[in-house]
């Protein structure tokens, strides 16, 4: 029964930092799919995080912290795509400096608004997301194996993070099975017979990265509402990079990319859980080492030990059409 227990909680804790890595991988699904390339995914969930948990210790509101972070987030994605859509400007670049400006833009407003160092006040209970319980949840808590399962792992979590794993097949069946899914990934392979079909490739792909910014901004939320309670200097931590490098490793496919992103986030649970802890022959493992497992997983992932990854063929090539 230890173990069993013992594992529920890996896997929980893995389905709960899981959360941000798969909203963030499917809103970069989203954009590269339809050929925008987006680097600022961290960008965009730090600036989401701050807004939300800002407006979310002013008004003591969640669904206000959550709007206002859906919409500064959607903002970002917009700048980045007049730069990259209208302005073809290159999206590397783009997105790089959307990094940098969130980076210290939520630092110096923090510091500027609640004079605690860029932080976010401690927020309230109203203006957290809290656990959701599912139903019969304490009568099956005693049962063994099924009822743990059902109490411990399924059970408990935020509204959000249901939200991100109904977000998978939703998001499965927009780019495969509706006419947009089909002129989206359309676009990112070869916009100019979307063009010629009398389609503007320009605004598909803006819809593709406001798509990008609501779920961004749904994985900010998160981290600020739901998994901590307020906003804290640099609480992505590189989030961002490790949902593009789970996005590579699934091929930029929706339910791949869900296992992806609970495989980081199992890694990222275990070296919570063994930081400290003598394993066997190794002996004690340095706390550093074990933090750092699921970006020592991105490297040799990027490294090419994932076979060969085929992004869209027009990705990262801004469109121009002919005359």
């Not at 890996?10 to 339809?34: F, M, Q």
């Not at 959607?74 to 940098?100: D, E, K, P």
């Not at 939320?221 to 490790?242: C, P």
Request: glycine fraction near 12%; hydrophobic fraction near 55%.
């Amino acid at each position: 029964m230890e173990f069993i227990d013992a594992l529920i909680n890996i896997l929980n804790s893995t389905i709960r930092v899981s959360v941000p890595l798969l909203l963030a991988c499917l809103a970069g699904l989203y954009s590269e799919r339809a050929g925008v390339f987006d680097i600022g995914l961290e960008g965009k969930m730090l600036a989401g995080a701050f807004a939300g948990a800002a407006a979310a210790a002013v008004f003591a509101s969640a669904w206000i912290g959550l709007l206002i972070a859906v919409l500064v987030s959607v903002g970002m994605a917009l700048v980045h795509g007049f730069a990259s859509i209208t302005h073809r400007g290159n999206q590397i670049v783009s997105g790089v400096a959307i990094n940098f400006i969130a980076a210290g833009s939520t630092i110096i407003l923090g510091q500027a608004w609640f004079q605690q160092g860029g932080r976010t006040p401690s927020l309230p209970p109203e203006g957290r997301f809290g656990a959701v319980n599912l139903p019969f949840a304490d009568a099956l808590r005693d049962v063994p194996v099924v009822g743990q399962l059902y109490s411990g792992l399924l059970s408990g979590h935020s509204l959000l993070t249901y939200v991100a794993f109904l977000a998978v097949p939703f998001t499965w069946w927009v780019l495969f099975r509706t006419r947009f899914g089909l002129r989206l990934r359309a676009v990112g392979e070869n916009p100019a017979a979307v063009d010629t079909a009398g389609i503007s490739v320009a605004w598909l792909r803006y819809r593709a990265v406001i798509c990008t910014g609501i779920l961004t901004g749904l994985a900010g939320s998160y981290m600020a509402l739901a998994q901590n309670a307020g906003f804290v200097k640099d609480m992505t931590a590189g989030r961002g990079y490790i949902a593009l490098a789970a996005l590579i490793f699934a091929k930029w496919k929706p339910v791949p990319a869900m296992f992806a992103c609970l495989l980081f986030g199992f890694l990222d649970a275990l070296s919570i859980r063994l930081q400290g802890s003598p394993l066997p022959i190794i002996g004690k493992v340095p706390v550093q080492l074990m933090q750092a497992l699921p970006y020592i997983l991105t490297v040799i992932l990027l490294a090419g030990f994932i076979g060969k990854a085929i992004p869209p063929r027009a990705g990262g090539v801004p469109y121009v059409k002919e005359r």
